[in-house]
C-alpha cells in the first residue's frame, strides 16, 4: 500500500485516517491486474465499514438500498466458509428502451459463489432509478448498487451449495415501466437417443444416457407403467443389466426381448445440485412385422392380376356373345333370303302351268 499524507481536520484523525485507508486501497487495486466489475473493491470497503461502525461515509457516486452492507460480513463469513469454491460471474446489459425481458441460461454443475450483475442504462437520474432483486416472486434484500455516468450497476452475489438456491434470479429497474433482466440457474442437461430404438423381440438392446459436462453421484433407471415410473431393479430379474464406461454415461442393457418390453424408459441423473431425467423410447417388432410390406406387395399383385384375368374373360365372353349374335343374325337373315326365294318362285310356277294349258 503506497504511503499517503494525511492532515488534522476539524474532525480529528480518525475520519481522515479512513479517507486515507480509502484511497490507498483504491490506489493499491490500481496497482494490480484491472477488474472489469465495478463492484471489485467492495468486499474492502465491507471490512472498513465494520470497523469503523461509527463514523459516517459520504461517497456521491455510490446508491445503496436500504442498508445492503449491513450483511456484507455476513456475506463476507460465508465467502470465506466456502473460499474453496470457484466463483461465477454472469452479467446483463438493459435499456430503458428495452422492450422484452434479457434472459441467460447458466448451467451450473457444482455449488459455487455467484455474481449477478445488471447492467442499466438510462437517460434519466441514475439515483432516481427504484432497483429491486427477486428469486421468482421473492424479494431479494442486501443488494449493491454503483453509478457511473448514465450507467446504474445492480449487483447481487451469493452462494449456491444445494438445489432449493436454484432457479431464476431477476433484476428489475423502474416503476411504472419494469425492465427485467433474469439469471436461470439450471443443472447440466443428459442425453438419451432422440429417435425411438427400433428392435425384434428374443433380440438384445442397450439403452443409452450420457452427460458431457458433468459427473452424476448415481444413474438410476426406470420403466413406464402408463403414468407411474417404476425403479428397475437388476438384483430381481436377470433380464436387465446396468453398467457404464465412465461416471459421464450409463447403459441399461435388456435381454431376451417381449412385445410387452415396449415402452418409455427413463434414466435419472443425481447432481449436486439437483437431478435430471431423460426417455428413452423402446420400440419391439415381431419377426412377421418385416415381412408385411412384403405380403401387402404380394397381395396387390394377386389382385391385379385377377382384375386382369377378370377383364380378359369378360371381354372374351362379351365378343363371343357379339360373334354368336352376328351368325345368328346371319342364319336369320340366309333363312329369310331363302323364304323370299321360295315364295317367288311358286307364282311363276302356277303361272307357267296355267299358260301351257
Known sequence: M?????????????????????VAARGSLADGQPSASPFTSLPTHGEMMTKYSNLSLETPDISLTASPFTSLPIREEMMTKYSNLSLESHNISL????????????????????????????????????????????????????????????QYMFTIINSEQMGSYSCLFGEEKEQRGTFHFKVPEIHGKNKPLVTY???????????????????????????????????MSDKYVIDGTSATETRLKITQLSEGDQGSYWCRAALRLGERE????????????????????????????????????????????????????????????????????????????????
Open 201 to 235: 423381440v428374443r433380440d438384445t438392446t442397450v439403452l443409452i444416457c450420457k452427460c458431457q459436462h458433468c459427473s452424476p453421484l448415481n444413474w438410476t433407471w426406470y420403466s413406464s407403467n402408463g403414468s407411474i415410473q417404476v425403479p428397475i431393479d437388476v438384483q
Open 278 to 357: 431423460e426417455r428413452v423410447e423402446l420400440v419391439v417388432l415381431s419377426y412377421l412385422v418385416p415381412l408385411k410390406p412384403f405380403l401387402g406387395i404380394v397381395a396387390e399383385v394377386v389382385i391385379l392380376v385377377a382384375i386382369i384375368l377378370f377383364y380378359e374373360t369378360y371381354t372374351q365372353k362379351k365378343k363371343k356373345h357379339i360373334d354368336d349374335g352376328k351368325e345368328f343374325e346371319q342364319v336369320e337373315q340366309l333363312k329369310s333370303d331363302d323364304s323370299n326365294g321360295v315364295e317367288n318362285n311358286a307364282p311363276r310356277h302356277r303361272k307357267n302351268e296355267s299358260v301351257s294349258q
Open 95 to 154: 435499456t430503458e428502451h428495452s422492450r422484452v425481458p434479457v434472459e441467460k441460461n447458466i448451467t451450473l454443475e457444482r455449488p459455487s459463489n455467484i455474481q449477478l450483475t445488471c447492467q442499466f442504462t438510462t437517460h434519466k437520474d441514475v439515483n432516481s432509478v427504484n432497483v429491486t432483486w427477486k428469486k421468482g416472486d421473492e424479494l431479494l434484500q442486501n443488494y449493491l448498487l454503483n453509478a457511473t455516468g448514465n450507467i446504474l450497476y445492480a
Open 2 to 22: 503506497r504511503a499517503l499524507p494525511c492532515l488534522l481536520g476539524p474532525r480529528g484523525p480518525l475520519p481522515l485516517a479512513l479517507l486515507c485507508l480509502l
